[in-house]
């Protein structure tokens, strides 16, 4: 798929068909999200992949019970790991990267067939607790995972020259 149509094509979806994600497609989107840049190429993030039952169940009841995410057959939480990090504010390089990591998965699911949904409305010490992260790793996004069981309405996106300012 050519960049463009991924990124024209990509959409939230919060309803996820009782699919597995293959093997093949979770490496290939986990391979993606380790070549996004990073600052000072330190990659300081951490990636933990929630396939189980239980623990997607525990993920989902963290984010104030937004279902699709324990529905979803896989999720992504991308957390900060700041220690890694040489430069000063290592905490901002370091959700910096964590948020191009996740960018990347979302866009490299997109690209494969696979549907996600950014999820940054979470308990952190609960999904702390669920991942079992060690101290210092703070998580900053969960991205749910899967096949679509629905096709939701566009959104709508402001106009350029709403968003756009232009410095010479």
Same mark, same amino acid.
Not at 66 to 94: I, K, M, N
């Given at each position: =798929?050519?960049?463009?149509? @991924?990124?024209?094509?990509?959409?939230? @979806?919060?309803?996820?068909?009782?699919?597995? @994600? $293959?093997?093949?497609?979770?490496?290939?989107?986990?391979? #993606?999200?380790?070549?996004?840049?990073?600052?000072?190429?330190?990659?300081?993030?951490?990636?933990?992949?929630?396939?189980? #039952?239980?623990?997607?169940?525990?993920?989902? +009841?963290? &984010?104030?019970?937004?279902?699709?995410?324990?529905?979803?057959?896989?999720?992504?939480?991308?957390? &900060?790991?700041?220690?890694?990090?040489?430069?000063?504010?290592?905490?901002?390089?370091?959700?910096?990267? /964590?948020?191009? #990591?996740? &960018?990347?998965? =979302?866009? /490299?699911?997109? +690209?494969?067939?696979?549907?996600?949904?950014?999820?940054g409305a979470f308990k952190a010490e609960a999904v702390s607790q669920v991942l079992?992260?060690?101290?210092?790793?703070?998580?900053?996004?969960?991205?749910?995972?899967?096949? #679509?069981?629905?096709?939701?309405?566009?959104? &709508?996106?402001? $106009?350029?020259?709403?968003?756009?300012?232009?410095?010479?």
């Amino acid at each position: =798929m050519r960049f463009f149509e @991924v990124v024209e094509i990509r959409q939230s @979806v919060r309803k996820y068909a009782e699919r597995a @994600v $293959e093997p093949g497609k979770l490496q290939a989107i986990l391979e #993606a999200a380790n070549r996004a840049p990073s600052a000072g190429n330190c990659q300081s993030y951490e990636i933990y992949v929630v396939s189980g #039952a239980k623990s997607r169940a525990a993920l989902a +009841a963290a &984010t104030w019970e937004q279902d699709f995410v324990g529905q979803a057959p896989v999720s992504l939480v991308f957390c &900060t790991h700041p220690a890694r990090c040489q430069y000063a504010p290592a905490e901002t390089y370091a959700l910096e990267d /964590a948020s191009i #990591a996740c &960018t990347f998965a =979302m866009l /490299a699911a997109t +690209a494969l067939g696979l549907s996600s949904c950014w999820v940054g409305a979470f308990k952190a010490e609960a999904v702390s607790q669920v991942l079992g992260c060690s101290p210092g790793i703070v998580p900053v996004a969960i991205l749910p995972i899967g096949y #679509a069981a629905e096709e939701p309405e566009r959104t &709508t996106r402001r $106009e350029l020259e709403d968003l756009v300012h232009r410095v010479s």
